[in-house]
Structure formats: structure tokens, C-alpha cells
């Protein structure tokens, strides 16, 4: 079975750092594009950042470039954010995905990040 | 920009339902397909995908969902809506990264 578990998220403080997981299975992963999209809970999505195959590039949004840093580990079939300078507006589930927009797209649980005082 | 219309959809089963999207910009890919997207988030789970490319259904998804539309004006169809199809439907353009999802379509029973 094809899966996308995420984990790592949880309780930060404003300025703090979390590195959030995502790990695959049942598919080869290496063979696909990775994205991280986030939503509030009870609002819209918000598509943070993607890495291609090799993890030789990436993209992100406006709002997290600089801070955020997506990366993989083709051997451990694992996809990574780093998240640093979090504020309160990075408060959100965070989602992993597989060929956002093709034909073999594939979203994860998600996981929790709060970021609180 | 992607603008959905409209945000709240209340539907009978078995009847026919639409959603629109428009964005403010073509969404023709130098590929020759629309990158214009569509995806269900039923409720308490992630999203998936419902249209891919405009008009096309990825493995799986009931033939009750359609997708037409070119340039910038995209729709979504349900041939007869069905009980389970409830929750928030988004489209998403992926023409070039930032990728932006539209606000968002509440269907409701």
C-alpha cells in the first residue's frame, strides 16, 4: 500500500525551529516530485515548497522562502522541511504530497504545527 | 489569482452540481495542457485529486466528475451528486511555482 506518513510537527515558540518528516512507502519514491502544503484548520491550502527527483530543485512560497528548506533522503524514501524563524502565521497542518497535479498525486495525513507563546 | 464561484453549494442527491474557477491568467502550459487542477477534502481528511490538467480523471475517481474549460475559465461538474461528495472541493493552478489554490467550495447535503 502506497503511503505518506508526516511527522515532527507539535508545539513551538515564536522565533523556534521544527524539522517536520515525511516518510514513504510503497512506491519508489525517488522517482517523484515532492511538495509540502499547509492549511489552517477550517481554512484554505496554502502550497509551501517542492523538490524535484533528485532534490537538485527546489521552489517556495513567498512566504517561507528563506526560512523554510525543503530536502530528501532518496535511500531513507524520506522528505524533509526545515522550518526556522517560525512565527504564529506558520501555524498550521502541514501536509505532504506526492505529483501534486498529476496523475499520480498523493497526499499524506498531515501534522500539526503550532506556533504559541 | 483563482476565483471560485460559488463558495457554498447546497445540492440534492442524484442532481447535477457545478463549480467554477477562474484565474487571471491562462493557464496553458508550454506542454500544450491547462494546468488548472481540481481537488475534494472530505471532511476530517486531506485532500485528493479530482481533475488533473483540466479534464482529466486520475485512476479511481467516479466518472460522475468532470472537467472542461480552457484560458482561464475552468468547471467543475457532478453528473448526480451523491451523499459522499460532500466537503470542500478547491481548484489549483500549477502553471509555476508559487502554485495557488482557489478559496475554496463547500458542498452540502
Known amino acids: 500500500e502506497e503511503q505518506l506518513v508526516e511527522s515532527g510537527g507539535g508545539l513551538v515558540h515564536p522565533g523556534g525551529s521544527l524539522r517536520l518528516s515525511c516518510a514513504a512507502s510503497?512506491?519508489?519514491?525517488?522517482?517523484?516530485?515532492m511538495h509540502w502544503v499547509r492549511q489552517v484548520p477550517g481554512k484554505g491550502l496554502l502550497w509551501v515548497s517542492r523538490?524535484?527527483?533528485?532534490?537538485?530543485?527546489?521552489d517556495y512560497a513567498d512566504s517561507v522562502r528563506g526560512r523554510f528548506t525543503i530536502s530528501r533522503d532518496n535511500a531513507k524514501d524520506t522528505l524533509y522541511l526545515q522550518m526556522n524563524s517560525l512565527t504564529v502565521e506558520d501555524t498550521a497542518i502541514y501536509y505532504c504530497?506526492?505529483?501534486?497535479?498529476?496523475?499520480?498525486?498523493?497526499w499524506g495525513q498531515g501534522t500539526q504545527v503550532t506556533v504559541s507563546s | 489569482v483563482l476565483t471560485q464561484s460559488p463558495l457554498s453549494l447546497p445540492v440534492t442527491p442524484g442532481e447535477p452540481a457545478s463549480i467554477s474557477c477562474r484565474s487571471s491568467?491562462?493557464?496553458?502550459?508550454?506542454?500544450?495542457?491547462?494546468?488548472l487542477h481540481w481537488y475534494l477534502q472530505k471532511p476530517g481528511q486531506s485532500p485528493h485529486l479530482l481533475i488533473y490538467?483540466?479534464?482529466n480523471r486520475p485512476s479511481g475517481v467516479p466518472d460522475r466528475f468532470g472537467g472542461s474549460g480552457s484560458g482561464t475559465d475552468f468547471t467543475l461538474k457532478i453528473s448526480r451528486v451523491e451523499a459522499e461528495d460532500v466537503g470542500v472541493y478547491y481548484c489549483?493552478?500549477?502553471?509555476?511555482?508559487?502554485?495557488?489554490f482557489g478559496q475554496g467550495t463547500r458542498l452540502e447535503i
Open positions: 489549483m493552478q500549477a502553471l509555476e511555482p508559487p502554485y495557488t
Open positions: 491568467e491562462s493557464l496553458l502550459h508550454n506542454r500544450g495542457h491547462f494546468s
Open positions: 523538490l524535484n527527483e533528485d532534490g537538485s530543485r527546489t
Open positions: 490538467s483540466a479534464s
Open positions: 504530497a506526492r505529483d501534486v497535479s498529476g496523475a499520480d498525486d498523493s
Open positions: 510503497g512506491f519508489t519514491f525517488s522517482r517523484y516530485w
